[in-house]
């Protein structure tokens, strides 16, 4: 008994867990933190510090090492010959190592200006993933909504079904006193087996958009999971805000910092080095013998000229960022022309909620005279059945209306960004 008890608990607690309720906004901010893309922004965080981390071992010594052998088939001779005195030619063979360390000492800010850029191009990076989840939201509208419209249906037939089997109830009873023939009640079983069908629909709809939905929030939901209702209310005005406005302008910022290492690609650079060996012959050419050396220095390096190529890479940029510029304003054209229509599709759908809710009034007292005329037998159950029918129809095509509506005002705040 024990035993038994434990698991109708188990079972009770398991069917608590499984009934989730969740609102549309909630449902923007799991998809926000679950979806796979954002992982992006913790790798383009983690490759922004390597990269950086890679220029900055730039301002260290370097290290070089170098080993040469060589076999030539002439040397230098001095033609002299004296019997008091005379100068060797070097060997035919050569051999040469080396070990050369050389410090930056001045780059004209290139190291910099090339990290800034690379930091410029990790936040437009970041940005890009911030659009691709902010477009999400438009795809969780038409989920969420659709959801809440199978919901609301689940409950017009609940009631309708509840209408009709009370009204059997009654046709029973009148066939029993043999007012009403026997196959009168077979209209509302007909009339019944269709909501019963209808019913099965909606549950897989339901089941099929709860699993897309899931996929995209990243928490389980299903058939027993209910989405609240909420009433969004956007500003109706032109003022953009979305994340694609942001990220055209770190795209400018981009290309201003790929244009300011552009600029200091040509600055004069400065170097120290030391280089230390040993080689046949050394320094000294005339020794044929394996001789160790050093030489110190500094080298300066400046290209005066290179033909514009640097200036024509520098114009090229600035192409980019008109082109980047008519871009955004293409956009917030198409923006615009969005947001029309959807205003537009508002006040159509609010004029057809008011004619609904007329004709649902109408179609009442329509039922309500049937029911007098179906306990007076003027009129046969088939009949009251097909006026009941009418009434479930306009209220279902209201409740289409008001999650349209709905839809449409959360598509207006999701394309204007507020």
Known sequence: MRQILFLFLLTLSSNSMAQTNVTLEECYELAHKNYPLIQQNQLLEEKNSLEKKS???????????????????????????????????????????????????????????????????????????EVSLYQLNQQINQLYYSILLIQDKKALVDAYRTQLMEKKKEVATGIEYGAIANTAISSIDIEALKLDQMEIELDQNKKSLMGSLSKIIGIELNENSQLQKTNVQPILDNAVTRPEIELFQLQKNQINSSEKVLSKKNAPKLMAFATSGLGNPGLNMLDNTMQPYYMVGVQFKWNVFDWNANRIQRSALLINKDIISNQQELFLLNT??????????????????ETDRTIIALQKKIVQSADAQLKNGVIQPSDYVAELTHLFEAESKLSTHQIELQIAKANYKTTKGN
């Open 336 to 353: 615009s022309i969005e947001l029309q229509q959807y205003e537009i599709e508002i006040e159509k759908i609010m004029a057809l909620i």
């Open 55 to 129: 220029l900055g071992k730039s301002k260290l010594p370097q290290l070089e090492i170098n080993a040469q052998a060589t076999y030539q088939s002439d040397v230098t001779h001095v033609p002299i010959e004296s019997p008091a005195f005379s100068i060797p030619s070097p060997n035919k063979g050569q051999y040469k190592a080396s070990a050369t360390i050389t410090q930056n000492i001045y780059t004209g800010g290139m190291i910099n200006a090339t990290m800034d850029s690379k930091s410029d191009e990790v936040l437009t990076q970041k940005q890009q993933v």
